[in-house]
């Protein structure tokens, strides 16, 4: 059943065309490297114990950022999103 929502998927090749096409929102982002003084966590361990993260995801158009799966994301990319 997730094959829908991949069908749609939207990539961009550059942060400015990303800013260029989309609205303004809450950016989450998965990345398997937990890099130095970053700190990692599930996701779905966010959801439960956070409150009000989980109202404000509710409440703004929320976008997950994915990085390349042999690297994850750069430290750069990190820059411009608002939970690792």
């Known amino acids: 059943g997730g094959q829908g929502p991949l069908e749609k998927i939207q990539i961009y090749p550059n942060w400015q065309r990303f ?7 809450m950016r989450i982002a ?18 439960k114990t956070d409150e009000a993260f989980t109202q404000e995801m509710k ?17 750069d990319d990190l820059n411009f999103v608002h939970l690792t």
């Open 19 to 25: 800013y260029d096409w989309e609205h303004e929102g």
């Open 59 to 75: 409440s703004k158009v929320t976008y997950f950022i994915f990085g390349p799966e042999d690297h994850g994301l750069s430290d």
């Open 30 to 47: 998965f990345s398997r490297r937990d890099g130095q003084n970053r700190e990692s966590f599930p996701f779905a361990t966010r959801l």
